[in-house]
């Protein structure tokens, strides 16, 4: 039952994260849980895979009860695209439908603040596909979706990623603003 084997991996993953402090050891162990997740066919709700004409939608699907870390399904429509940002803590990502292209930056430092972002590669993620999107020595990218389907991502952060502040930039300027993203909630099927 795929409510079972999302128990299991939310359980495996609040072993990990209660186990050590180093966000490098967690995002890869937490990587491995998320690639057998979706390599074992994993399905999710339909309605945490819905997108928006509008934006693209964060659904949480687990939020630790101590706030440690949270799992969450993020869905952009097709041509949807982030702001460059920052999530000031860790995160792994799987893709779970369509194709997310990333495009990352370099973080900005004392000494680099205000200044035009430094680009440091761009990838481009398919389903199955499962990378560190972030830790908090490597954490600016942009994401947009793109080929002919809605992208869907399984996201594991530290902290209750709704509730973080977190920077959104310019990546011609530098220039940063704080944000807190908040959580979308999902329709019910029978709503729709």
């Known amino acids: 039952m795929e409510s079972d084997r999302l128990q299991t991996f939310i359980d ?3 072993l990990v994260v209660s186990g050590t402090a180093d966000e490098h050891e967690i995002t890869a162990r937490v990587a491995e849980l998320l690639s057998a997740l979706l390599a074992g066919g994993y399905r999710l709700p339909p309605e945490v895979t819905r997108s928006s004409p509008a934006r693209h939608l964060t659904y949480p699907l687990h939020i630790a009860p101590d706030g440690s870390w949270s799992l969450a399904s993020v869905v952009w429509n097709v041509g949807q695209r982030t702001n460059v940002h920052s999530h000031e803590t860790w995160g792994v990502a799987g893709i779970y439908a369509g194709v997310e ?3 990352r930056y370099l973080k900005p430092t004392p000494s680099t603040e205000g200044a035009p972002l430094t680009p440091a590669g761009e990838t481009r993620w398919e389903p199955g ?3 560190v999107c972030c830790t908090t020595d490597d954490d600016v990218h942009a994401v947009a ?3 002919g389907e ?3 991502g399984i996201h594991v952060y530290g902290g209750d ?3 973080i502040r977190r920077r959104e930039y ?3 300027t530098g ?3 704080w944000f807190v993203s908040g959580w979308d909630t999902p329709e019910p099927a029978a709503a729709l």
């Open 161 to 163: 990623i709704a509730t």
């Open 175 to 177: 220039e940063a603003r």
């Open 101 to 103: 292209h990333e495009s």
């Open 170 to 172: 310019d990546p011609a």
């Open 12 to 14: 495996e993953v609040g």
């Open 150 to 152: 809605p992208t869907v």
């Open 129 to 131: 596909q499962v990378t």
């Open 145 to 147: 979706a793109v080929g």
